[in-house]
Nanobody, 117 residues
């Protein structure tokens, strides 16, 4: 069993910053990668950033230069700067356990980020 707990969401004005955290626990012996997705109302869930072992982080084009992902063992963080109203969404953390292309993804319950204009 794998458990993910996100924290750090909230309400911020445009131009502000937030730092999201996600802690994984349980059967996490073979973490291949961790990352963040987000889902805005009425839209599909989209990748924000992910980081896989021995690879450089990947970012969505819409957040490059504003968001930085980092990982520390079973924790993953998302530093978000210069936030825009369009960044408003529920942010979900995930972890991939096992091989890169055949492992299992586990998801957190999400944390709300709201950016006011």
């Amino acid at each position: 069993q794998v458990r993910l707990v996100e924290s750090g969401g909230g309400l911020v004005q445009a131009g502000g910053s937030l730092r999201l955290s996600c802690a994984a626990s349980g059967s996490i012996f073979s973490i291949t990668g961790m990352g963040w997705y987000r889902q805005a109302p009425g839209k599909q869930r989209e990748m924000v950033a992910h980081i896989f072992s021995s690879r450089s982080p990947n970012y969505a084009d819409s957040v490059k230069s504003r968001i930085t992902i980092s990982r520390d063992n079973a924790n993953v963080y998302l530093q978000m700067n210069s936030l825009k109203p369009e960044d408003t969404a529920v942010y979900y953390c995930y972890v991939k356990i096992g091989p890169l292309f055949s492992g299992t993804d586990y998801w957190g319950r999400g944390t709300q980020v709201s950016v006011s204009s």
